[in-house]
C-alpha cells in the first residue's frame, strides 16, 4: 500500500510561454533527452567540463566493474567548495551576494562571494586548529542561518566530511547520528528563531553528548544570546575562535579525488537505524549544477530563493552547493513561513525580488489555508520560475501555487528525487510542457522506467516500481559503514537487471509522463519529511509503559500525511489520555516535533503476520475504513 492522499493523473496541459522558452538554456528537451541516450557518458563529460574546474582531468568518466559500487569521473582531481567559492573570488563575481539572509526576529544579514570564501577560509582553519584532518566527519547541528553554510562549505574545503543533523531533530536522533558517523567535533548554536520561540538546540546537544560521547568539541555560535551551559575544555564561542590569529583568512584548498567523501546525510528506511547516505565531490557536484542549471533555467540575474532546510539533501543540493557552484544569489529564511503573519514569505519575495521559488506541496497546501488575500497584498511580479519538491503534488495546490503566487505566468517545476540521488532526477525543464502533479520525464542521461515485479515494463497506466535503469553521477556510493545495506536495499530486487529501486510507486501516461504515487516501504512523509514506521515504533517503545507499538501513515489535507501509532501496554499501565499525552512529549522529545503521532491507541494485539512482522496494511485500512484486503497471512 502506498501513501497516497490524492489521485492523478488528471490530464490537463501547460504550456511554457514563448518568453519563457526563447531565453531558456535548453529550447528542445526531447533532442537534447535523445541525444544523451546515445552516448550517456559523454553527455555528462560535456556538462563535468563546461560547469566546473577541474585540478586535473578524469582518466574515465564511469567505472563500473564493481557494480553496484560505480565511481565516476575516476582519476579527476577536484573540489567542491574550489568550483562554489574559490574560482568566483577571482572573477567579477567576488562583489556579487552569495546569501541574503533573514532572521525570523527581523535580523537581516548579506554576505558577498568574497566576505563568505573569507568566513570559511577562516572557518576551516579553526577546525585544523581542532584536530580535524581530510576524512575526518563532524556533525553540523543548527538551524537557518548562514553558519549553517559556512561550517558546510569549511569543511569541504579541508576535506573533511559533514554530516548535518536537521535542527528539528532531537536528542536521541542526534546520538544516534553522532555515534554513527564517529564525529570527535561538533558545530552548533546556542539556538534559533522558530514561530517566535527559541529552539534550544544548545541542550539538544548536551543531553545527546551524554548520550554518544565521541564528541570532543562543540562550537557554539551566538544566534539568539540565550545563556547555554558552556562545558569548560568542550565548548568554544564560534566568535571567539574566529577572533583567534589560527583563523586566518587564508586556506589552502584541499585536492579531492572525485571519489572521495564529502558529506554523509541520515535518512530514514525500513529498519530503525537511519542510514548515512554518502556522496562525494565529483560527480554529485556535476549533476547538482547541471539541473539547477537547465530546470530551473537559473541565471546570473536570478535571485533564488529555496525555502528548505539546508539540514536536508534538498538544503545541500539546491541551497548550498548548487547555486554557488553556479554563482547565485540566494536567500536563506530562519523562521516560520507564517510568523507573524501568513504573508512572511510573499514579503520576503516582495523585499528581495525573487525570481525563483523553490517549496514543498506541504509548504503550499499550508499558506494556500490561509487563503489569497495575503500573497495578494505583495507585489510577486518579479517570480518567474516554481518549483516543487518532497511529495506528489495535487492538482488543487498546484493550481493555487500557478495562480495565486505564479500569476499564471511561472511555471512549476516539479523535482523528483531523493536523499540517495543527489540531484534532481525526473522534472520539467521551461521547454517540457506540464501536468500538474506530475515530475513529467527524466532529466537528460537519465534513464527511469516503471516496471513489474518480473521487471517487465508496466503498460500505460498501470501501477509499478520506479526504477532507475543506469548509474548516475550524483548517486549515492554506499550507506556509511554498511556496504550491504547499501547493496541489499537499492539493487538486490532488480539484481538481475543492475536496476535501483527507488521506493516508490508510480505510473507512466500515455504521452511517457511519470507520476509517482508515493513509497511502497514503511517510510511515511509527513510534511514532505521522511521517517521510518521502525524510528517512531523505536521511540514509543523506549517509553516504559510501552510493550510495543506499531505505526501507519494516514493520508491529511495539509500535511501529505499524519502518523497514528498502536501501542500494547506493559503490565502494570492503564490507557489514558494523560498517558497519550505523555508519549506525545516523549517522542517530541527523542525523535522531534515531525515525529509526534496525530492521534495514539492503545489496543490488546496487533495484527501480525504469522512470522511475527506487524502488518500495517491491515492497521491502514482499518483506521481508514478501507477492505482490509489479502489478510491469509494475518496470524489468529
Ligand atoms: C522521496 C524522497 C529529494 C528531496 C526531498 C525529499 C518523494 C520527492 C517528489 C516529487 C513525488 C516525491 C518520493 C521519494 N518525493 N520528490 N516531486 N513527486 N514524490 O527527499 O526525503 O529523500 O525523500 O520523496 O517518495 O522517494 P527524501
Not at 568574497?114 to 579553526?126: D, I
Not at 539541473?291 to 538544503?315: H, V
Not at 499524519?562 to 512529549?585: H, M, T
Amino acid at each position: 500500500m502506498t501513501e497516497d492522499v490524492f489521485a492523478p493523473p488528471i490530464g490537463e496541459w501547460y504550456h511554457p510561454s514563448e518568453e519563457l522558452l526563447k531565453a531558456a538554456h535548453v529550447q528542445d528537451y526531447d533532442e537534447v533527452y535523445r541525444r544523451s541516450m546515445e552516448d550517456v557518458e559523454a553527455f555528462w563529460a560535456e556538462r563535468a567540463e563546461s560547469l566546473l574546474e577541474w585540478y586535473e582531468k578524469w582518466d574515465q568518466v564511469l567505472d563500473a566493474s564493481q557494480a553496484p559500487f560505480y565511481k565516476w569521473f575516476v582519476g579527476g582531481k577536484i573540489n567542491i567548495v574550489h568550483n562554489a567559492l574559490d574560482r568566483h573570488t577571482k572573477t567579477w563575481r567576488r562583489n556579487k551576494l552569495a546569501i541574503i539572509w533573514e532572521g525570523e526576529d527581523g535580523d537581516k544579514r548579506t554576505m558577498s562571494y568574497w566576505r563568505l570564501w573569507q568566513e570559511v577560509n577562516k572557518f576551516a582553519n579553526v577546525l585544523k586548529s581542532m584536530g580535524v584532518r581530510r576524512g575526518d566527519r563532524v556533525t553540523i547541528y543548527m538551524g537557518r542561518i548562514p553558519e549553517i553554510i559556512v561550517a558546510m562549505l569549511a569543511c569541504a574545503k579541508i576535506g573533511a566530511v559533514h554530516s548535518v543533523v536537521y535542527g528539528g531533530f532531537s536528542e536521541q536522533a542526534l546520538a544516534t547520528r553522532i555515534e554513527d558517523a564517529q564525529s570527535r567535533v561538533l558545530v552548533t548554536a546556542d539556538g534559533s528563531w522558530l514561530r517566535g520561540k527559541i529552539v534550544p538546540l544548545k541542550d539538544v546537544v548536551d543531553e545527546a553528548i551524554h548520550r554518544s560521547p565521541v564528541v570532543d568539541t562543540v562550537i557554539v555560535v551566538k544566534r539568539t544570546g540565550q545563556n547555554v551551559n558552556m562545558v569548560q575544555g568542550r565548548d568554544y564561542w564560534y566568535h571567539d575562535l574566529m577572533a583567534l590569529p589560527i583563523a586566518s583568512r587564508q586556506c589552502p584548498t584541499e585536492v579531492m579525488d572525485a571519489e572521495d567523501p564529502l558529506f554523509i546525510l541520515y535518512t530514514s528506511g525500513t529498519t530503525g537505524k537511519p542510514k548515512g547516505v554518502l556522496h562525494t565531490h565529483g560527480g554529485y557536484q556535476v549533476q547538482v549544477s547541471a539541473t539547477l542549471q537547465w530546470c530551473f533555467d537559473l541565471k546570473e540575474e536570478d535571485r533564488y530563493w529555496c525555502a528548505a532546510d539546508p539540514g536536508w539533501i534538498t538544503g545541500h543540493s539546491y541551497i548550498v552547493y548548487g547555486p554557488l557552484i553556479l554563482g547565485a544569489t540566494s536567500i536563506l529564511y530562519e523562521g516560520a513561513p507564517n510568523f507573524p503573519y501568513p504573508d512572511r514569505w510573499w514579503r520576503i519575495v516582495e523585499e528581495y525580488g525573487v525570481t525563483i521559488l523553490y517549496t514543498a506541496p506541504t509548504a503550499i497546501r499550508g499558506l494556500m489555508r490561509f487563503g489569497e488575500a495575503w500573497p495578494n497584498r505583495r507585489d510577486l511580479s518579479t517570480l518567474r520560475l516554481l518549483g516543487s519538491v518532497g511529495e506528489p503534488i495535487n492538482p488543487e495546490a498546484w493550481r493555487w501555487y500557478y495562480t495565486a503566487i505564479g500569476k499564471e505566468r511561472c511555471p512549476i517545476i516539479d523535482t523528483w528525487w531523493q536523499t540517495e540521488t543527489g540531484a534532481f532526477m525526473i522534472a520539467p525543464m521551461p521547454s517540457v510542457s506540464l501536468k500538474p502533479g506530475s515530475a513529467t520525464r527524466p532529466f537528460p542521461g537519465i534513464k527511469v522506467d516503471v516496471v513489474r515485479e518480473d521487471g517487465t515494463s508496466c503498460a500505460t497506466g498501470e501501477d509499478g516500481d520506479l526504477v532507475i535503469q543506469a548509474p548516475w553521477p550524483s548517486m549515492l556510493r554506499t550507506v556509511y559503514g554498511d556496504p550491504q545495506r547499501y547493496v541489499d536495499q537499492y539493487w538486490t530486487k532488480y539484481a538481475k537487471f543492475g536496476w535501483y529501486l527507488a521506493g516508490d510507486t508510480a505510473r507512466k501516461d500515455e504521452d511517457g509522463y511519470i507520476w509517482v504515487i508515493g513509497r511502497n516501504d514503511d517510510v511515511i512523509k509527513v510534511s514532505g519529511y521522511r521517517l521510518g514506521t521502525a524510528e517512531v515504533e523505536s521511540g514509543l517503545v523506549s517509553h516504559p509503559s510501552v510493550a510495543e507499538a506499531a505505526v501507519i501513515g494516514v493520508p491529511d489535507e495539509v500535511r501529505g500525511n499524519v502518523i497514528y501509532a498502536y501501542c500494547i501496554l506493559r503490565n502494570g499501565y492503564a490507557p489514558s489520555l494523560a498517558l497519550a499525552d505523555q508519549l506525545k512529549a516523549h517522542i517530541r522529545h527523542e525523535v522531534g516535533p515531525i515525529a509526534v503521532p496525530e492521534k495514539i491507541e492503545f489496543v490488546d494485539v496487533l495484527p501480525k503476520t504469522r512470522s511475527g512482522k506487524i502488518m500495517r496494511r491491515v492497521l491502514k485500512a482499518r483506521a481508514m475504513g478501507l477492505p482490509e484486503g489479502d489478510t491469509s497471512t494475518l496470524e489468529e
